[in-house]
């Protein structure tokens, strides 16, 4: 009976301090927690969109201004994000030397292609949603104090595709550099030419390439930068056309799909096939580099090409100097007799 009278007076007294507002502050936060759930937004504090990103290899969580400081390149891992053309471009090129070229050229829909949408209403959509009037940015800049010509492809614009206006800008940008005496850089990040275009798409690959010719025949350096992805006609015209390839690391490269390819042999292909480093093995790519080097390597390629073709160019004048004079005193000596035989005139 007296433990239960006690009992009851130490009930009594909880009751009255509580009520009296002298309940111990644990106590008071212990019912709290008791009394109601904790919603879903208090247990998962809010964080800033875009303020982290999670790399997509090793999952660690990076703060976005330490990645993009890096280059959008994972600390952990190493991992490439892939970036747009904007951040590319403001990668590789000087600040406030860039110039973007044609920026008001614009696809048709000739053969009025519709899926499951229109053609037409599908550019619109993805010109609205990235900004971007087509699938690759052009200009011209200064990459370490050297001017460059640059084309940067976007695989958000419908998957970085080959269409009429790629393959316009990226001609009109060989052609600029050709008449300038510009190297050219290309960063490559495509699935190929776009089905939408049907034959006017497959006509780039021929129209780039014969612009690369003419810029090869006038001794100028064109560098196609391999990104992940590139596929397709991209890699079956302009990517590998370069006098130096680079790539970065772990990037896709190839025509066909791996499961295409995988169905039509009937067999399992190898983890690494279509990758950088498995081209670098077989000998379609020159060199991986990272994309923290990567700027510093094109200068350096540019910068020593650009003195071996001064070298040329002057070992070229002096032999030609050489000769003129040479041909000058053979005229005077002879009254023109062997200056005709010089240039092939005689018997003409």
């Given at each position: 009976?007296?433990?239960?009278?006690?009992c009851?007076?130490?009930?009594?007294?909880?009751?009255?301090?509580?009520?009296?507002?002298?309940?111990?502050?644990?106590?008071?936060?212990?019912?709290?927690?008791?009394?109601?759930?904790?919603?879903?937004?208090?247990?998962?504090?809010?964080?800033?969109?875009?303020?982290?990103?999670?790399?997509?290899?090793?999952g660690?969580?990076?703060?976005?201004?330490?990645l993009?400081a890096?280059?959008?390149?994972?600390?952990?891992?190493?991992y490439?994000?892939?970036?747009?053309?904007?951040?590319?471009?403001?990668?590789?090129?000087d600040?406030?030397?860039?110039?973007?070229?044609?920026?008001?050229?614009?696809?048709?829909?000739?053969?009025?292609?519709?899926?499951?949408?229109?053609?037409?209403?599908?550019?619109?959509?993805?010109?609205?949603?990235?900004?971007?009037?087509?699938?690759?940015?052009?200009?011209?800049?200064?990459?370490?104090?050297?001017?460059?010509?640059?084309?940067?492809?976007?695989?958000?614009?419908?998957?970085?595709?080959?269409?009429?206006?790629?393959?316009?800008?990226?001609?009109?940008?060989?052609?600029?550099?050709?008449?300038?005496?510009y190297?050219?850089?290309?960063?490559?990040?495509?699935?190929?030419?776009?089905?939408?275009?049907?034959?006017?798409?497959?006509?780039?690959?021929?129209?780039?390439?014969?612009?690369?010719?003419?810029?090869?025949?006038?001794?100028?350096?064109?560098?196609?930068?391999?990104?992940?992805?590139?596929?397709?006609?991209?890699?079956?015209?302009?990517?590998?056309?370069?006098?130096?390839?680079l790539?970065?690391?772990?990037?896709?490269?190839?025509?066909?799909?791996?499961?295409?390819?995988?169905?039509?042999?009937?067999?399992?292909?190898?983890?690494?096939?279509?990758?950088?480093?498995?081209?670098?093995?077989?000998?379609?790519?020159?060199?991986?580099?990272?994309?923290?080097?990567?700027k510093?390597?094109?200068?350096?390629l540019?910068?020593?090409?650009?003195?071996q073709?001064?070298?040329?160019?002057?070992?070229?004048?002096?032999?030609?100097?050489?000769?003129?004079?040479?041909?000058?005193?053979?005229?005077?000596?002879?009254?023109?007799?062997?200056?005709?035989?010089?240039?092939?005139w005689?018997?003409?």
């Amino acid at each position: 009976m007296s433990s239960t009278r006690s009992c009851n007076t130490s009930i009594k007294m909880a009751t009255n301090k509580e009520s009296r507002g002298l309940m111990p502050l644990f106590d008071w936060f212990a019912n709290r927690q008791k009394s109601g759930p904790i919603s879903r937004e208090r247990q998962q504090p809010e964080i800033a969109d875009g303020l982290w990103n999670k790399c997509a290899a090793c999952g660690v969580l990076a703060y976005t201004k330490e990645l993009r400081a890096n280059q959008m390149v994972c600390l952990e891992c190493g991992y490439h994000v892939r970036v747009d053309s904007d951040e590319r471009i403001h990668q590789l090129i000087d600040a406030n030397t860039w110039t973007p070229l044609d920026e008001n050229l614009r696809s048709e829909d000739p053969l009025q292609f519709r899926d499951r949408k229109a053609y037409s209403d599908r550019l619109t959509e993805t010109q609205e949603k990235t900004g971007l009037v087509d699938a690759v940015q052009t200009g011209e800049g200064q990459l370490e104090g050297l001017p460059v010509a640059l084309g940067v492809m976007d695989f958000r614009f419908m998957g970085g595709s080959m269409g009429s206006v790629v393959g316009e800008k990226l001609t009109r940008l060989v052609e600029l550099a050709t008449q300038k005496r510009y190297s050219v850089i290309i960063v490559c990040a495509s699935g190929g030419a776009r089905m939408q275009e049907g034959m006017l798409s497959l006509m780039q690959m021929a129209k780039i390439s014969a612009a690369l010719d003419r810029h090869r025949e006038a001794q100028l350096l064109y560098i196609p930068v391999l990104t992940n992805p590139t596929m397709g006609g991209v890699t079956a015209s302009f990517a590998m056309l370069g006098d130096i390839i680079l790539a970065e690391p772990k990037a896709t490269i190839g025509f066909a799909g791996r499961r295409v390819i995988e169905q039509t042999l009937r067999e399992k292909l190898p983890d690494d096939f279509q990758t950088a480093e498995d081209l670098l093995c077989h000998g379609f790519v020159d060199a991986i580099v990272p994309r923290t080097q990567l700027k510093k390597t094109l200068k350096q390629l540019i910068s020593l090409h650009q003195t071996q073709t001064t070298t040329h160019h002057l070992v070229q004048w002096e032999a030609m100097a050489l000769s003129s004079s040479s041909i000058s005193s053979r005229v005077s000596a002879s009254g023109g007799v062997e200056a005709q035989r010089a240039f092939g005139w005689a018997n003409r």
